[in-house]
């Protein structure tokens, strides 16, 4: 089973961030990474916002570190799991911008990235970026279509409804050669757009009833990965639950799952990463890694 770690610290969620993590920096991110990495789990995340609005802050959550900065420095202290942006926003940036930037820690990661992208609700940081909201769907299918033909080529080319260039150099790029793109969202135009234009979908809100209806109404291509949350588990002071979520997720068509784990401390979620690894090794020995 592929488990992918939902880091503490870079996002707090009200009512969902526990103290700790308030107090934490990077060195208690570090060796949470470190612990993640040797234990075997597939990725670590980081998500974006650039500046949330006071009011939707007490409902989102306020602090969200910079995935390009985070995920690079977590890059440099680790080795084989994988960093994903879990989700960068689409309609803040020109697809170039994100191939050379993200195609850059691409090559410094030795090629662990996974691009989340997701379209954007926020209207107001929208506006603050100066960026185009009410077509944002439609912009945003078209910048996943540049991303594919601009992530892993030196002299992309790519001609689309709102995106379009040619004769320009992008080095670095991607050293993959097909970077995982996941899609973020909870609508079925999401699942539409991850099943057509990406290699995954991560969505967000909805139970495992609705997910199952989703999925039963658009089968996805093989090879898709359906990455679905765990939310908080508690290995270390109840395994069987754990047991339980893990084994609903997969059976729900998970191929990949999200967990955020129970802690008081950075030294306890690293102990609490030693006992899922166990679980998974244990009771999942059988689920196919892919």
């Known amino acids: 089973m592929r488990i992918g770690i939902n880091t503490p610290v870079v996002t707090r969620f009200p009512g969902s961030h526990r103290p700790w ?57 680790t080795q084989r799991i994988r960093l994903a942006t879990q989700v960068l926003v689409l309609g803040y940036h020109h697809p170039l911008e994100i191939a050379k930037r993200y195609g850059t820690l691409d090559v410094v990661s030795g090629g662990r990235l996974i691009l989340g992208l997701g379209v954007g609700s926020l209207r107001e940081e929208f506006e603050l970026l100066g ?3 009410d077509d944002r769907g439609a912009r945003a299918d078209d910048a996943v279509r540049a991303l594919r033909a601009a992530l892993s080529e030196r002299q992309p080319r790519y001609h689309g409804p709102y995106y379009e260039f040619s004769d320009m150099i992008v080095e670095p790029h991607a050293v993959q050669p097909r970077v995982p793109l996941w899609i973020g969202g909870r609508t079925p135009r999401s699942l539409r757009r991850a099943c057509e234009l990406a290699d995954g979908w991560v969505p967000f809100g909805l139970d495992l009833d609705q997910l199952g209806t989703m999925l039963s109404r658009r089968p996805v291509p093989e ?68």
């Open 223 to 290: 090879g898709f990965d359906v990455v679905l949350s765990a939310g908080n588990v508690d290995p270390l002071g109840d395994a069987d639950g754990t047991r339980t979520v893990l084994d609903r997720l997969v059976r729900a068509g998970a191929t990949i799952v999200g967990v955020g784990l129970e802690a008081t401390s950075a030294d306890h979620y690293c102990e609490q990463l030693g006992a899922l690894a166990e679980i998974r090794s244990r009771e999942f020995a059988d689920v196919e890694d892919g």
């Open 21 to 77: 993590e308030s107090e934490a920096g990077i060195g208690e991110l570090a060796r949470i990474a470190v612990a993640a990495d040797r234990a075997g789990f597939h990725h670590l995340t980081c998500s974006e916002h650039v500046a949330v609005p006071a009011p939707v802050a007490e409902v989102r959550g306020g602090t969200y570190w910079d995935p390009l900065a985070t995920l690079g420095f977590l890059a440099a202290r």
């Open 131 to 133: 960026a185009p909201f």
